[in-house]
């Protein structure tokens, strides 16, 4: 299938979507580039291109930060699915040979895509996943199969390259394709169906913890590395050893826990956990 992929306004929206309409392609992709606080304005370019075509359309949002679940609702009721997310920014990168800013935009900033991005956009597919029926296109720093997956592991149905063909090329997306199929071999999965979603369930609704936590270790995973004791700045990690076998394993000290969770991040071999799960 052909999708355009048009924006920005109501006007614009309303001229262009019959006309790619025509020209004959199966569905139509819009964004609206904004990027403030307000779900209305996207709501309302979704609600005139609704009203404009016949066929599919796909309402493309920007990471609209902290919360794009207003946004995914919003739009909800008038698309037939939802493309997360756009690139964020602006951003502003220095070179330091010369002090100038070194991204092509007008003002000297530029918007972040690529690998940088794929950590907030698979945040965003995942929320909007949980929150709405209607299936995520998941785009954001894809690059390999792996990646894809990812986004499809967070409820995406399926994915968008574009900073890597830009980089790479056409070939990108036979590539990716094909890496995609030999995860699904080797880790034994039949389908995309068994792993679309996967980590949903390791993402349950609850109120912001406001209390440190502190990581709990499992012995048995713990290497004694030693990595997460020389992490933590809170010095909140002693190496200990073990009675029986005087094999030495991290032990937090729970008074001087901050629970800011580095440790469980960095362990190589996952040994650290919260006790909540
Ligand atoms: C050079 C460039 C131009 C882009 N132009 C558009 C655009 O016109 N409309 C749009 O919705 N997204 C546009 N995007 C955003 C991409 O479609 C995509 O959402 C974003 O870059 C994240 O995916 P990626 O990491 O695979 O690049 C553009 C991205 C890049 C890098
Ligand atoms: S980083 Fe992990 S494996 Fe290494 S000492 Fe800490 S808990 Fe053990
Ligand atoms: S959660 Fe943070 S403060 Fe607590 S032990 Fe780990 S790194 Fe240290």
Redesign the pocket.
Known sequence: PVIASIGYTPEDVAKLGPLVERAGVDGIEFSTHYVGFDPKPVAEVAKTLRESVEIPIFAKLSPHLPDIVPFAKAVEPYVDGIVAINTYGPTLHIDVETGKPLLGGRYGYGWLSGPALKPIAVRCVAEISKAVRVPVIGVGGILCGRDAVEHIMAGAYAVQICTGAILEGPGIYGRVAKEIEEFLREHGYDSLEDIRGMALKWLPEKPLRTVAL??EVDVERCTGCGI?ER????H??EMVELADSRRKVAK?VVE?????????SICPTRA?YFPEG
């Open positions: 502190a990581p997460c992490a933590c700045v809170y909140a990690i937090t001087k826990c901050y629970g800011c969770g580095l440790c469980v650290r």
